[in-house]
């Protein structure tokens, strides 16, 4: 790949270099060629960066202009980022920023000769390629890990797009660019533990890629990421609904995003209703799915840290002492070693509490540097906020003012006129739109609803043909907390009977109330006493106590 872009670089570094020598001729539109690798770029951005490497080496990139030039270099730059290699060629981005920025500034096209007819279209075409250039040079910022350049980059293209088209005009190539970048302001935001800007940015790349019919798995990516900001908010609810939109976008079950899905939904079933085994089953069985370390070590460290909030230290340390010797740096890293510290210092073992000490120490020493960096990323981020709305209200201000100095006042009433029934159709066709996508979002929904609770049936179920024998390996398996086990497995395989038990006998203690079910289970007296640590003329009075409060009733047939 490497060999690729010395290529790219060579052809299009003699195209600038004579481009910058001979004298530049006004130009109204890019080459054609580079125009087809543009929209390649949009859904098949492999196939655009084998067609800009040929274009690289035919003698039309020998005659490209200076406008041509920058062109191809932002090109380059995205068709890299979006075929996951670094950005090579930052200098060039960084001109061509430069470029599109002062052509946009000079009043787009007109500065540039374009004909009258054409100058509102090439001006639009000048803006977006200006935003699309701060964009791609805020990526190669966050790779670099300068994230407040990276989001002051972000936040510039977005300024730019916000300032140079209406809201009805982010469609298509525009509604996809408007949701990579808000994607890419909630991937940093997340990181920073921004929960609140990240949701923000989020919904708005939702909103954008369904304006651009985007393909369900993008939309499946950031629902999921949506839901987990929900999650670190301890908003379990919210954070439930956003993953159950996710599952319904997700077309593959035996991808990374829904073993994410499957990891993000366990630990907040865990937090919410805090049903540890259903948490830690789904959380072991995608370790074995995982396709790589990294994925195999986020799994430990979110298991490690369920049993460690239920007190079980040697099994968290089991999961999270490989997470402290593999990470290198990182959040990760750090957290970990402060749990194993605490849990050491539990043990009496002083001399590893020590040793985490320094490892939490050494990682935390920018711990105010980050915490000064979220103020600042926060603080940007509000006034782009503010910014954006004032900069719409003066827009339209604006463009009423330019719009009655141009003409007469009676052909100002039939524009306006115009204009509004314009406006009035587009905010129709948009809430038709918006109320078809939602019809087709409840139905979905439904259809999602349903088939859970078809799952949820069958495996209750299975659960039951399964109890006898489930019931059966536990009593023989001789562990210590057998009883516990076997009421789990009952309330699993018969989820409403203990309810039902309760409201029909609520005087029955919780002894009675395992006997009941050790009889329905069939368990014979010194079973039962084994069981519940008891004497079996002890059992025989329990017994004898539940047929006198049940009297006629079968107990039984409450636990069918």
Request: aromatic fraction near 10%; glycine fraction near 4%; charge should be neutral.
């Amino acid at each position: 790949m490497k060999r690729i872009m010395y290529i790219i670089g060579f052809w299009l570094g003699l195209a600038m270099l004579a481009a910058c020598n001979k004298s530049v001729e006004p130009v109204e539109r890019p080459c054609q060629e580079l125009e087809e690798i543009d929209t390649l770029m949009w859904h098949q951005p492999d196939s655009a960066l084998k067609v800009m490497l040929e274009f690289a080496g035919s003698e039309a990139a020998d005659s490209i202009g200076v406008f041509e030039g920058h062109y191809c270099q932002v090109l380059v730059a995205e068709l890299l980022f979006k075929n996951y290699y670094a950005q090579s060629n930052r200098a060039e981005v960084l001109k061509a920023v430069g470029y599109f920025d002062s052509i946009v500034g000079m009043n787009g096209a007109d500065a540039r000769g374009a004909s009258p007819q054409r100058g509102v279209s090439v001006r639009e075409r000048d803006a977006f390629l200006a935003a699309r250039a701060h964009y791609i040079k805020g990526v190669g910022y966050y790779e670099r890990d300068s994230l407040v350049e990276a989001c002051t980059e972000y936040l510039c293209a977005l300024r730019t797009m916000d300032t140079r088209f209406a809201e009805n005009e982010l469609v298509d190539k525009k509604a996809r660019f408007m949701a990579l970048t808000y994607n890419r302001l909630m991937d940093l935001f997340s990181a920073q533990f921004m929960q609140e800007p990240a949701i923000y940015c989020g919904k708005q790349s939702v909103a954008y890629d369904r304006i651009a019919h985007s393909k369900p798995i993008s939309l499946a990516a950031t629902l999921l990421i949506i839901g987990k900001q929900y999650s670190k908010l301890n908003e379990y609810d919210s954070a439930a609904y956003y993953y159950d939109l996710t599952l319904s976008c997700i077309p593959d079950r035996n991808t990374m995003i829904y073993r994410d899905w499957v990891s993000s939904t366990a630990l907040n079933n865990y937090n919410n209703h805090h049903d540890t085994l259903a948490a830690l089953d789904s959380l072991k069985t995608v370790i074995a799915q995982s396709a790589s370390e990294a994925e195999r070590l986020n799994r430990y460290l979110t298991i490690g840290g369920i049993y460690n909030d239920i007190g079980q230290y040697d099994s968290a340390k089991y999961y999270w002492e490989p997470v402290f010797e593999l990470e290198e740096r990182g959040f990760h890293l750090r957290i970990v070693s402060d749990y194993l510290r605490e849990i050491s210092l539990k043990e009496g073992d002083t001399l590893k509490a020590d040793q985490y000490a320094q490892v939490v120490a050494k990682n935390s020493s920018s711990q105010g540097e980050s915490q000064a960096r979220v103020s600042l990323l926060s603080d940007m981020f509000q006034s782009y906020l503010q910014e954006k709305q004032e900069a719409a209200s003066l827009r339209e201000r604006r463009k009423a003012v330019k719009m009655a100095f141009a003409v007469v006042l009676p052909l100002v009433v039939v524009m306006l006129a115009a204009t509004l029934m314009m406006r009035r159709r587009g905010k129709r066709q948009m809430a038709a739109q918006h109320a078809e996508a939602q019809k087709a979002l409840e139905e979905r929904d439904r259809h999602h609803r349903e088939a859970i609770k078809k799952q949820q049936d069958e495996t209750i179920q299975q659960a039951r043909k399964m109890l006898p024998q489930r019931v059966s390996d536990i009593y023989h398996s001789k562990v210590n907390n057998r009883m516990e086990r076997i009421m789990a497995e009952f309330a699993a395989a018969c989820p409403f009977a203990l309810e039902q038990l309760a409201t029909a006998y609520p005087d029955l203690n919780e002894t009675e109330r395992q006997i009941a079910v050790l009889n329905f289970l069939h368990f014979r007296g010194k079973e039962e006493a084994e069981l519940l640590g008891f004497a079996e003329n002890t059992i025989m009075k329990y017994r004898s106590n539940l047929n006198k409060k049940a009297g006629s009733d079968p107990i039984s047939a409450l636990l069918a």
